[in-house]
């Protein structure tokens, strides 16, 4: 038995047998003492998780609610034709593809840095992995990445690309920057 559990241990026996007063006032504060810690860990850890349930819903809320995000996700849902040589002419629907990988990018993000568990993410997952399916994303994905190679920079959506690479949502021709001559489901929209 280790020392302090000894301790503990020949302070209640004496505390529980002793003849003072005053030691058995002493060991009930001490019991009251840990009966309320134990009672304000509780309630500390019940609110910890009520403020992690809101910021879940706030976050599942803004996907729905946000015209920009619903909109893409949308659009992704019903496989409606978007990205085209047009597309980085065309800034109103770019700047909400972008918002919406910048937000999703976020959560993984969040996931990452093991802000939002391994439960908690599985709100999310299907979205994106929805997104990072899509054919017109990915070659998206493509025209940013090898762009963005070409200027030394790095790639915005960084954290997507590294999970859709992760699990394996992409081709084996996604890394070849003339995958456009071989491949149809790419196109080279941007100069790289």
Do not use: P
């Not at 017109?136 to 070409?150: A, E, V």
């Amino acid at each position: 038995m280790c020392d302090f559990c000894y301790n503990v241990y020949a302070w209640t026996k004496k505390a529980l047998w002793g003849t003072s007063v005053t030691e058995h006032i002493a060991f009930l504060t001490f019991v009251g003492v840990v009966i309320g810690g134990i009672f304000a860990l509780m309630q500390w850890r019940k609110n910890i998780k009520l403020k992690r349930a809101d910021y879940i819903k706030e976050l599942t809320e803004t996907i729905r609610e946000n015209k920009d995000i619903s909109d893409v996700i949308y659009m992704l849902d019903y496989d409606e034709s978007w990205y085209c040589e047009e597309f980085h002419q065309c800034g109103k629907l770019e700047r909400k593809v972008d918002k919406t990988l910048a937000y999703f990018s976020y959560i993984l993000y969040l996931r990452n840095e093991k802000i939002l568990s391994k439960k908690e993410f599985l709100f999310f997952k299907y979205d994106i992995e929805r997104i990072l399916r899509n054919e017109q994303m990915q070659d998206y994905f493509y025209n940013l990445y090898h762009f963005s190679k070409t200027q030394d920079a790095l790639f915005s959506f960084s954290t997507l690309l590294d999970y859709a690479k992760d699990n394996k949502l992409l081709d084996g021709d996604f890394e070849d920057r003339k995958a456009h001559l071989k491949n149809r489901r790419y196109h080279r929209y941007l100069n790289y």
